[in-house]
């Protein structure tokens, strides 16, 4: 009897070892995890703080930014903290002509009518100057397809659209160019019989 009863205590005493081993192990894997994603999220930031493209990301339900890069301020010309105070600055910023267009392509992600936001536009900065950028913006779904936040990168394209209007004015030129001297070619051929 003595020694189903020391039995039972071992027993016991091995159920409890192996709980508390067990716990264990799942708090270390758990802050094993929290440490990798700590680690993620500092190299995210690292390289998202370091990059002159702009970065944000946005919860849809509710509305509201959770992280714009310090580019965005560069570009928007205003302080992060705006951002993340009204999550629709960004487009509130857009020049007046390019809101329409900008604001049925960003529904038209949400409503799950295309995969991808890409769009040039204007953005009007609180100086009066305005920026170009290329905005791309990628829908984040939950499991049952809706979309629950937006992630967005942002690209201040304002010295590429200032060579191509310069390059499309040159072309224009030579165009006129072109055709100034055939108008005066055919002038002078027009001219030529009576000359002689």
């Known amino acids: 009897l003595g020694e189903v009863g020391s039995n039972r205590k ?10 508390t081993i067990t716990r264990l192990n799942r708090y270390r894997r758990l802050a094993e995890a929290q440490a990798a994603l700590r ?3 500092l190299r995210f930031r690292t390289m998202a703080d370091q990059c002159d493209e702009a970065f944000r990301f946005a919860t849809l339900r509710p509305e509201r ?6 580019a965005l301020e560069k570009i928007w010309g205003l302080p992060a903290a705006q951002f993340l105070d009204d999550p629709r600055l960004w487009e509130k910023s857009i020049h007046p002509d390019d809101q329409k267009r900008v604001h049925s392509a960003y ?7 295309t995969e991808k936001f890409s769009e040039e536009y204007r ?6 100057s305005v920026r170009w950028v290329l ?3 990628t829908p984040i779904r939950d499991p049952g397809g809706a979309v629950v936040s937006v992630g967005g990168v942002a690209r201040d394209i304002t010295e590429r659209k200032a060579a191509e209007e310069k390059k499309l004015r040159a072309q224009r030129l030579e165009n006129i160019g072109m055709l100034a001297a055939g108008i005066a070619h055919d002038f ?4 030529a019989p009576l000359v002689m």
Do not use: I, M, T
């Open 135 to 137: 905005d791309s913006g």
């Open 123 to 128: 953005v009007v900065r609180p100086d009066g």
């Open 65 to 70: 930014v959770v992280y714009v890069s310090p």
């Open 10 to 19: 071992r027993s016991a005493e091995l159920r409890a070892r192996v709980h």
């Open 39 to 41: 680690e993620s999220e």
């Open 188 to 191: 002078n051929n027009a001219l």
């Open 107 to 113: 529904e038209a992600v949400l409503a799950r009518r």
